[in-house]
Each structure stands twice: as C-alpha cells, then as structure tokens.
C-alpha cells in the first residue's frame, strides 16, 4: 500500500454520485473487513514508533508528531479485543479526522492493512445487528456486503467520543 | 445590493473599543482649569466616530446615545463650556455605559435600557442644566449644526413637501476613489436615470492649490433623489464603489419627527445626522497609512462568548516576516540544488547552507514571536481609571505612575495578567497607601504614589508595583496567621516567609471588608494564577515605607525552557523555572517512611521522593536500583519534592504544543513537544504530579 493520500484519489467520484452512494475505505484487521467514510480519511502511513503516554487506556497506544501537531494513535485491534499483532513495518495508519462543530480532532488508527475503496448505495447498508461478541457494536454504523465480503462500517465520530468520553470518566 | 454587514462587526467593534480606551484615557488627564484642545478633541473625535459608525450598521441605540455625548464635548471644545470635574465624571460614567452597550450588542445580548436610561439621564442634566452659553439648553440637536458643509440651498422646501419620495444620499469618496478608476460623475448619471437628482456639493476639504493632489478625490456630496425606487436599487448603483467611499442613504419623506425637532432651529441650514456622517467619514481617509496598533481586548475574561480572537500587527513586522520566508526558500532551493547531485566536496557547500537555514529558522521563529508581542501598556493603560475611581471612592490622594509600558510581551501573558494586576492594584490602594492625613502625620506627601513598572530581565518580564504607603506589618500578619490557624504560635518564620503568609488561602487582615478588597480570597488566586503562566511573584515590604511586589513572567507562552530527563526509554521535559538543583542520590540519603513513601534529606530539610518509573508506570529500559538515579529538585505550589528519574540529558527551549487539540488530558503532564529527532516528547505538569504522588 502506497503512502499517497486517498481522499484526493476518492473525491471526484464521491462527489458525483454522492447523494445515494457512499464510498468507504475498507482495511482489515485480523479476518475482519471494516470501513470507514473516505471523507473522513486524512492520510495512510506507515507505522512508526509512538511516544508512549502514561496511565491511558492500554489501546491508546501514545502520540506521533504529524507536521508540527501532536496526533494520538489508537490500535483497533486492541480497542476491539481482538488478539494482538505484532507491528511491522507494513502495518499501516489511517489518520482520521472527525468534526464536530467547529472543533476538529485527527486521531491515528493500527490496522493490520488497507484494502480497498469501496462505492456503497445507502440502500444496501444494513443495520448493525446485536452481535452478541466482544465487539462493541456502537462503533458500527451498519453492515454491507462486497463481492460476498461482509464489511462493517465505523462511526468516526463516535469511535473518538467514546475516547474523550474515558477521560471524564479517569 | 446586499452585502452582509455582519462581517465588518468585528472591525465596527474592535475600533470601537479602541475609541472608548482613547476617551477614557483623555478624559483622565485633563486637567481641570488648564484645558489642552487637543485632548478635548482627541476625545470628540473617538464619540464622533463611534457615532458614525453605529449609525451605519444600524446601532441606534449607541448612535443616540453617543451623539449626545457628542453634543457635550463639542461645546467643551468651542469653549462654550466649562470642563469640570462633575462633567468629566459623568463623561466617564457614559464611557463605562457605552462599553456595556457595546458588549452586549457584540454578544447578541439585549441592552441593558435601565442603565443606558440612568447614564443618558445624567448626560442630559449636564448638557441642559449647567450648560455654559444659553441658547444651548433649548435644542441640543443644534449643536451639532456647525458642522462646515455648504449647501446650495437651503432644505426650506424638503418641509413644505413631506410627500417627497426618494432617498437622501450622503456620499463621501475616500482620497483615493479615482484611483481606482471610479468617476463620481458617471455615477450621478446612473442616478438621475432613476429620477429627479439634487446635488450638492462639500468642498470644504479641498487643499489649497499648491498641495492640490489631482488624483484625489477631495469632495463628498450631498445628494437628493427623488424616485420611487427602493434603497436596494440606489445602492446597487454605489456597488463599485462601496468600499472607497461611505455611503449613506435616508428616505426624504419618512423623517417626519426629524422635521418636528428642527422646526425650531429656524434658518440654519441643517443637515441632520448625514452631515456629521460626511464629517466623520472624511478624517480615516487621511489617515490610513498609520500604523495600527493592535487590538484591544477589553475584559476578554469576562465576557465569555465573545467571537474569536483578532490581532492586529504592525505592518512593518509583516514585512519582516515576508523578507525572513524569502530568505529560508532561497536557502531551501540552494540546499536542493546541492543535494540534487551530492559529491563530497560539496561538503563545505552543504555545511555553509545548514548553518545559513538555522541562522534563518532562528530570524524567522523570533519575528514569528514578535507577530504575538503586544506591548504592556494594553493592561497598564486601564489602571489610570481604575485608580481614579477608586482613590475617589476612598478619599485617598493617589498618583499612579507608569513605567515602561512598552515593553512587550506575548498576547497570551497580556491577557492573562490582567485579573492578578487589577487586584494588586486594588489591594495597594485599598490597604497599602494611607489616608491624607496619617501620611501627613507620617511625615511623608499626602499624594501617595503607585508606581507600575515592566521591564525585561533574562528571558523574562518582570512587573514591579510599589507603593509608598504603610507597609505590612510582619507582626500583625503572624498573629493574623496564627488567630486563623493558619500557622502555630511557635513555630519561627523568617520575614520572607511571614510575607509569603499572605498568599495563603483565607488570609486577610482588614479589619474590614470593603468592596474594594479584603475578602481573604485573592492572594492566593493571584498567586496560582502567575504560576499557571509560568511565573512567580514576590513581595518586599518594609513597615511605614512602603511595599513592592515584584512580578516574573515568561516572555512568551509558547517556548519554554526545559531540562530533558530519561525514564527508560522515554523521555521528559521538566519545566526549567521549576527546578531548583539537581543532585546524585546516594544509598544513605534516601529513608522510608512507614515502609512506603519516600524521603530525602536536602540541607538539614527532609522532601518526598516521587519516582518517575513508577508513577508513568515506565517499563521499558533497564530497572534504575533503588539507590541509582538523579533527583531533580523541583518546586510546585510551594511544596519542593524531589523527581527521580534515570538520568540529564540537556537543556534546551522546546516549543509548547498542546495534547488536548486531538487527544485528552493527561494527568502530570502538561503538553508535549517535539524534539529535534521529530518524536514526541511530554512537558511535566509538576504541581499536577506532586498532587497526583499524593494520592
């Protein structure tokens, strides 16, 4: 996976069809496939080595300097209890960025790999089921399925509430 | 034509603002007997201008308002009438009431009309029952007739017709409308399409021959339409031109009550409020190359939801700048060039082209810096008031001396060190200088003085208050500390520390409470409040002399100096203006106290040991024995501890950035930087972390 920035790669064919279909950049983390709304997606790059911060949440895994601002990294698979992976040098980030308001927040992701960039009628999406597992489903926007592929789709937003939600809470 | 006005508020405001502080501060030194004009003028025009400016983004209410104090200072400056203190006072007060009107409008908040009632009631009574001439109690609006505009001809004729229609329209070029290829002529054509046009014009600007510049535009109008199309339309014509030129457009047949009030005022040719507008309008035009001065932000902590931010800079920093950007590309293109075909003996090349890039990154962070220094005089320069006010309130004879208000500081310092400032002040005039008469007494001037000084030191700027007022009286504060329980009775404080004694919560020795001070909550609050800037704060006062407190802040909020330490394999930047020394531990320093906490013996004093490894839960590296290691000496809320950690690695400025912006807080640490390897390195918090070790 080339380090080039998606979202510029997305845009066009975003924007013309943007009204029923919505494109999704899909990576995976072990066997699961997620995605996330490619507008939201800032940048993929490569793992590099964090600064650790201390006493946060075992899945914050500390803060990397993006161009002169301090970016937090979060590994999905740890924040979904999936098992644990060694990182390599081709494990990648996606750095994220969420807005609410006038108050925009950019967040790094691990995932194992980015796979794909996916066009996704809203009327194909599904609603998240009650998974019943250990993966929180709140994060889940909804499920789609790709070429027999099952896919689940994040909230942006929400995946980073949640993290500024344990800050009140510690 | 629409355009929103909504977007020059800020601007409307921010010179607003900038008008009252120029009132204020001229009707503050005016000195009664001996009028300087030119005061009185500084100040008639800062009302005149917050007067045409409110009416053109439809503040009526200040336009009203402020025209009446208009009214007062014009007569004030044709010496019509006597200043006096009652008159000065209650120009203060209307100062104070068109601030508040002014807030609230910016916060979109309804205006206080008892206040503004009470304010413009008390200007009234000045204007009408004290006024010096005679004629001026029966039409104020008069006053403002003798503005020099000529008319061709009277408006006689406006009031036999009030079923005129069409629009009034006052237009007022700035110098430099031809300059942009506009041609009022050709606009007056467009006009008189609509209907039957009027014109007159004001050539009372019109220089002398001799310095006669051709391709500015000198002359404004006065213009009369009669036509049935909306304002929409008419300004529509004005769109090019908009912004060159102020432009104001009144309906002919609607003012109706404006008729009534100037029936009375007989022959003279009025000209209502578009003629003051005209006047007003024409003197920014000349004035435009000036340098503005930055922004003034009044009582920012106090208004919450106020709109982001502005700064206004001096151009000639901008060009510094400019010139510095310039400067590191041309350097970036000439290291490029080198590292295009790299050979050794490009070697010097390549050392001779970082040394330049650092020499310029150096220039370009400083005239950075300087883009957010502001000088001190934006918080000094509300004290004069203040002081006023209150030696007024208190009897007291009080001169305040200011001392290098230009000394500048960063923004963020500016605004911060307002809130402690005041209250210093407040508390030097309340307590510190005596009444009239006890200093006479006392063998000193019945005129106290407070001195405010600012001055650079090292990295820092230090904020000097003194007073030559009645000192504190270390006796009194010990028994005052100990009928308080603040301190045992046996216990033996140096004169230093019985001072320090007033920065302790719920200290106070008035004997009364005033509102001016002395309710025991403030020292303290001051005091964190320096510290939380990265400063500190000291007293020296001597019983009968006087007091000094002397304030040291950081030049800027956004470098500090640090001291780089390693925990494991991490590492962490200790605030230098914490640490008091650092020293190597040895087994026999260090003794336990009920078999957890941690102490050591510095000089004779036992400190609480905090261990970096374990309170960041440090895991990494190899395990520091318990006897190995550095102990930084650090202060924080006046309690010294000591940090161990593995080891010094150097100090230098780091560049503070914050880790809320995308992540969250984190206890014991207070930001994070980037050092010159590009990872991430966290600042220390250390009261935070004193208080976390506590718990």
């Known amino acids: 996976m080339s380090q080039e920035n998606k979202t510029t790669a997305g845009d066009d064919t975003a924007q013309k069809s943007s009204d029923t279909t919505i494109q999704y950049l899909s990576f995976v983390l072990g066997k699961e496939e997620y995605g996330v709304d490619i507008l939201r997606v800032q940048e993929i790059r490569s793992w590099e080595p964090v600064s650790r911060v201390p006493n946060v949440p075992y899945y914050e895994k500390g803060v990397v300097n993006l161009r002169g601002a301090i970016v937090p990294i979060i590994d999905l698979r740890e ?20 807005g609410n308001g006038s108050l925009t927040r950019i967040m790094g992701v691990v995932v194992d790999s980015v796979s794909d960039v996916i066009s996704v009628e809203r009327s194909e999406i599904q609603g998240a089921p009650d998974f019943g597992t250990k993966v929180s489903n709140e994060f889940i926007n909804g499920l789609v399925s790709v070429n027999e592929r099952m896919v689940m789709l994040l909230d942006v937003d929400k995946l980073l509430i949640i993290e500024n939600m344990d800050q009140s809470e510690g | 034509m629409s355009i929103d006005m909504s977007q020059f508020h800020q601007v409307f405001f921010e010179e607003c603002f900038e008008g009252l502080e120029a009132m204020e501060s001229g009707l503050l030194s005016l000195d009664i007997g001996d009028i300087d004009s030119e005061v009185i003028n500084t100040i008639f025009r800062a009302a005149h201008s917050i007067k045409g400016g409110s009416g053109t983004f439809g503040f009526t209410v200040v336009a009203g308002y402020t025209h009446i104090m208009e009214t007062l200072l014009d007569e004030m400056r044709d010496g019509r009438r006597q200043v006096t203190k009652p008159a000065v006072d209650v120009l203060l007060g209307s100062v104070d009431c068109l601030r508040e009107m002014l807030t609230s409008i910016q916060n979109e908040e309804d205006v206080n009309a008892a206040s503004v009632a009470k304010h413009q009631a008390a200007l009234e009574l000045e204007l009408n029952g004290s006024s010096g001439g005679g004629e001026q109690t029966a039409a104020p609006v008069q006053e403002i007739v003798h503005v020099p505009v000529i008319v061709e001809e009277p408006e006689e004729e406006e009031e036999e017709i009030p079923e005129e229609q069409g ?25 008189k399409v609509h209907g039957e046009l009027t014109t007159n014009v004001n050539i009372q600007d019109v220089p002398p021959f001799a310095e006669l510049d051709p391709e500015e535009c000198n002359i404004s109008w006065e213009l009369k339409l009669v036509t049935d199309d909306s304002e929409a339309t008419i300004r529509e014509i004005f769109s090019w031109v908009e912004e060159d030129c102020a432009l104001e457009l009144s309906p002919l047949a609607k003012p109706k009550k404006i008729k009534k009030a100037k029936k009375p005022v007989a022959a003279t040719p009025v000209i209502e409020a578009e003629a003051v507008k005209v006047e007003n309008a024409t003197p920014p035009a000349p004035a435009a190359p000036v340098i503005k ?35 590191v590309v041309i350097t970036q293109s000439m290291l490029g060039l080198i590292g295009e075909n790299f050979s050794m003996d490009k070697v010097g090349l390549l050392k001779r082209g970082l040394a330049q890039l650092e020499r310029h990154t150096r220039d370009l962070q400083q005239s950075v810096m300087n883009i957010r220094m502001l000088p001190i005089s934006f918080v000094f320069s509300r004290f004069p008031r203040l002081v006023h006010d209150i030696s007024t309130k208190l009897d007291k004879k009080i001169t305040l001396k200011l001392v290098g208000e230009n000394t500048e500081v960063d923004k963020a310092v500016v ?5 402690p400032l005041v209250h210093l002040i407040r508390n030097s005039l309340d307590h510190g200088i005596e009444m009239p008469a006890a200093r006479v007494a006392a063998g000193k001037p019945e005129t106290g003085t407070i001195e405010l000084k600012a001055y650079h030191r090292g990295g820092h700027i230090v904020i000097e208050i003194v007073d030559d007022g009645g000192g504190m009286d270390k006796n009194r504060l010990f028994a005052k500390a100990v009928e308080k329980g603040l301190v045992e009775e046996s216990t033996i404080l140096s004169d230093k520390q019985i001072l320090e004694l007033i920065f302790m919560p719920g200290f106070s020795t ?33 019983l009968g ?27 962490y930047i200790v605030p230098l203006v914490s640490i008091i020394e650092s020293i190597n531990i040895t087994e026999k320093m260090l003794n336990k106290v009920a078999g957890k906490g941690e102490t050591f013996k510095l000089r004779n004093e036992y400190l609480p040991i905090i261990r970096m490894r374990e309170i960041f839960n440090v895991k990494s590296g190899a395990a520091t024995k318990s006897n190995e290691g550095v102990i930084v000496v650090v202060e924080g809320q006046g309690a010294l501890c000591g940090f161990l950690v593995d080891e010094l690695l150097g100090q230098q400025q780091v560049v503070i950035k914050s880790l809320e912006a995308n992540y969250r807080r984190v206890e014991g640490v207070s930001g994070a930087t980037i050092l010159g390897d590009g990872s991430v390195a966290l600042i220390l918090d250390v009261p935070g972390l004193v208080r976390l070790s506590v718990r």
């Not at chain 2, 009364?512 to 403030?522: E, F, K």
């Not at chain 2, 964190?528 to 704060?537: A, E, F, K, P, V």
């Open chain 2, 545 to 571: 002399k006087g007091t000094t407190i002397a304030i040291h802040l950081p030049l800027t909020l956004a470098i500090l100096d640090g001291q780089s330490v390693a925990v494991g394999d991490e590492t």
């Open chain 2, 293 to 327: 001065k930055p922004a003034v932000e009044t009582d920012a902590s106090k208004n919450a939801p106020k709109a982001s931010s502005s700064i206004r800079v001096d151009t000639d920093k901008i060009d510094t700048l400019i010139n510095m950007v310039g400067e």
């Open chain 1, 79 to 98: 924040r979904f209890s999936l098992s644990k992976a060694e990182y390599t040098p081709l494990t990648v980030v996606v750095v994220l960025q969420t």
């Open chain 2, 510 to 542: 008035a004997e009364q409470l005033t509102d001016i001070s002395g309710r025991g909550v403030g020292m303290d609050v001051v005091r964190r409040n320096i510290q939380s800037l990265g400063g500190n704060i000291d007293i020296i006062s001597e």
């Open chain 2, 415 to 419: 605004e911060l060190i307002n809130d």
């Open chain 2, 167 to 191: 629009w009034k329209i006052a237009f007022c070029p700035y110098l430099n409308l031809l300059k942009t290829g506009n041609d009022p002529v050709r606009l007056f054509r467009e006009l």
